[in-house]
């Protein structure tokens, strides 16, 4: 029997398709200013490091459910920073992979996957890769049996509320369906009257968690991308159903990353003064971005500015290769982005100061 290989079944890789803006970009005299992927570029806090490196003798192979003190600590922090109810506990080796291979692991093969339709790439590509049938859709979910929500969302910094939330929940309820909340840059808002909630809040859940997952990550709050540091929370049942899968599979978070998340997640003060740099870079984007004839559109919470020209995103993101900086193009998010642009805040003190001079010149 032929061999059907599982990259022929994916689309192109987005990124991919930004080669010639980035060499423009990287040809301004200045360099480049690049705010296109969610690179963190601060150093990961002292203690994050010190209990990495503290940890790194062990010799043995590491727990996949998690040590107990990381466990708690999840736990703690999610009841801490959100108001979560966390139920089961899972750390997963970041959450990009954990999210490819969710639908694979749920067995949802011959399975609808929906997720949103402006939405993170991977949410897909899990779906392809599980043999399921994906769905872009924000309310009609059809005949689903996973619904990917994300919020705050990436691209595009939209918060849902309370009452959107508890709708797709009573959903989902209604429809014997599983909600996989991605929910990672819970932790970076700037709408003070609308922060985000989480699917676990007992204002959505009514304090049960059946059929629901949260996923959350380390990378941005802690900057801690290169540790690939995640984590789910959630239904009891269904974690311990992704546990067993993920014992089979060797899917372990190593044992000195669990004890640098230990420390990340207990470590309220960094994530606090994370956040103010971020906010301070966003006040000096958006305020170039609009002096220079663009609107921003939601943009309430997250590490991205939703932004556009009101033209073919890929002519904006020429426009802006040509002052040397990089942004990704709305496309690579969905048809309905096509007329934006994804702005990250992640440039350097140094580099957002030069491309908010280049937006003014």
Same mark, same amino acid.
């Given at each position: !029997? ?49 209990? &990495? ?13 998690? $040590? ?15 108001? !979560? ?31 949103? $339709? ?19 859709? #924000? ?75 949260? !996923? ?55 994530? $606090? ?11 000096? &984007? ?10 921003? #559109? ?17 002519? $904006? ?13 709305? #496309? ?30």
């Amino acid at each position: !029997m032929a061999r059907t290989p599982l990259g022929s079944i994916l689309p192109d890789f987005p990124w991919d398709s930004l080669a010639d803006a980035k060499k423009k970009a990287q040809s301004h005299p200045d360099g480049i200013v690049d705010l296109s992927v969610g690179n963190p570029v601060d150093p990961v806090a002292p203690g994050v490091q010190l209990a &990495l490196s503290s940890a790194a003798e062990a010799p043995g192979y590491p727990q996949t459910a998690g $040590t107990p003190e990381l466990r708690e600590a999840i736990a703690s922090a999610l009841e801490r920073r959100y108001n !979560m109810q966390p139920g089961g506990v899972l750390p997963v080796i970041g959450t990009k992979e954990a999210i490819a291979w969710l639908p694979t692991l749920l067995g949802m093969r011959g399975q609808t996957v929906a997720f949103p $339709t402006v939405a993170y790439p991977t949410y897909e590509v899990g779906a392809l890769l599980a043999g399921a049938k994906p769905l872009r859709a #924000d309310k009609d979910f059809e005949d689903a049996a996973l619904v990917f929500i994300n919020s705050p969302s990436n691209p595009t910094g939209r918060v849902a509320n309370v009452e959107e939330l508890r709708s797709i929940v009573a959903w989902a309820r209604e429809n014997n369906a599983i909600v996989a909340s991605d929910e990672c840059y819970m932790g970076l808002s700037w709408d003070d009257e609308n922060p985000p909630v989480s699917i676990l809040d007992p204002r959505v859940s009514d304090g049960d968690n059946t059929g629901l997952i949260a !996923m959350h990550s380390l990378s941005k709050s802690a900057n801690m991308a290169s540790y690939r540091a995640g984590f789910f929370a959630g239904d009891p049942a269904l974690i311990a159903e992704l546990l067993e899968v993920r014992k089979h599979a060797g899917l372990i978070v190593p044992g000195p990353i669990q004890a640098a998340m230990v420390e990340g997640l207990n470590d309220d003060a960094s994530e $606090t003064l994370q956040k103010q740099r971020y906010a301070t870079r966003r006040a000096q &984007l958006v305020r170039a971005l609009v002096d220079a004839s663009f609107r921003i #559109d939601h943009s309430d919470a997250g590490l991205y500015l939703w932004a556009t020209r009101g033209e073919d995103c890929r002519e $904006t993101i020429d426009w802006l290769a040509e002052r040397g900086i990089l942004a990704a193009p709305g #496309d690579f998010y969905g048809p309905a982005g096509q007329q934006h642009v994804r702005i990250g805040l992640n440039g350097t003190d140094e580099r957002v100061a030069a491309a908010v001079e280049r937006l003014r010149a």
